[in-house]
């Protein structure tokens, strides 16, 4: 099993939306672009992890707005759009 994350990034909220390997929903929320609540995100994604197995996330942007989401997030675990 698995599950697969992404986040539509913005200047100053995320919408984060995770889906199962049968793509049903898990989650889909507002994550403010602050550490506190991109932390909570991160531990959401870790408890999606225990329940259903790796969880892929991918980016729809990287750089500046994305910044702190990016450092954040364990080395190897997101994909990008080229």
């Not at 200047?11 to 939306?17: D, G, I, N, Q």
């Amino acid at each position: 099993m698995s599950a697969t994350a992404g986040f539509d990034i913005a200047k100053e909220f995320h919408w984060l939306t995770v889906i199962d390997h049968r793509a049903r929903l898990l989650a889909s929320h507002r994550v403010d672009n602050d550490s506190a609540a991109i932390a909570q995100a991160l531990g959401e994604l870790h408890a999606f992890e225990a329940e259903h197995g790796p969880v892929s996330v991918g980016l729809d942007v990287v750089g500046a707005i994305s910044g702190l989401l990016t450092a954040r997030l364990p080395a190897g675990r997101t994909s990008r759009d080229p």
